[in-house]
Each structure stands twice: as structure tokens, then as C-alpha cells.
């Protein structure tokens, strides 16, 4: 008897959709995390729920349903990471970089 319950999603793949996502279970040049994504959505049309998808994937439930709602919206391109927001910390402005700080001039705190 199957563990959960049933979801509202009803997922569709088309062939071509469902080559590539089985194409991307046998390659070894794609990220793990874009195989694990395929992984999900090639069990779900099969009428697995996303309790079972999550434990067979080995991810959260809310994982699988942040990937199947990209997939929906978005389709195959929607599996791909979006771009972060640029962490890198602003260089310093040339006047601040010339001063000498504590450490530099030999004083310990």
C-alpha cells in the first residue's frame, strides 16, 4: 500500500522530456543535483507519491515539491540552479587601503 497522499500535481512529460531526463540518469557528465531532479520527476507521472519520491531520491518533501513547481512553470530549464546574488565583499576605496591599520604598525589589541 502506498505511504502518503496523493498529490495535486499532475505532471505530464512529453517523450522528449522523458528521454532527456532518463538520458541524464545514465550520463556522467551532468551534476548530481540535475540527475536527482530528473530522478523525481520520472517517478512522479508514474503515480508515486512525493512521500515515496523523497525517500527513494533521498531528499525532503518540500525539496521535491520546489522542483516539481519549477519543472511546471518553467519546464526543462527550470531544473538548472538560478544565479545567487553576488557575495563578494566591495574592495576598499584607495584612500582606505593606504592607511596602515593597527596590526601593521606593530600594536596588538
Do not use: C, H
Request: hydrophobic share 35%; proline share 9%.
Amino acid at each position: 500500500m502506498a505511504r502518503g497522499r496523493t498529490t495535486s500535481f499532475t505532471i505530464r512529460l512529453t517523450p522528449a522530456e522523458r528521454q532527456t531526463l532518463l538520458a541524464w540518469q545514465r550520463t556522467t557528465t551532468i551534476p548530481a543535483r540535475l540527475a536527482r531532479r530528473g530522478r523525481m520527476l520520472i517517478l512522479l507521472p508514474d503515480g508515486v507519491t512525493i512521500t515515496d519520491v523523497a525517500a527513494t531520491v533521498g531528499v525532503s518533501r518540500p525539496f521535491v515539491y520546489k522542483w516539481v513547481q519549477r519543472f511546471v512553470q518553467e519546464g526543462l530549464e527550470g531544473l538548472e540552479d538560478k544565479p545567487r546574488r553576488d557575495r563578494r565583499i566591495e574592495p576598499l576605496p584607495p584612500s582606505l587601503r593606504e592607511q596602515p591599520t593597527n596590526l601593521e604598525r606593530g600594536d596588538l589589541p
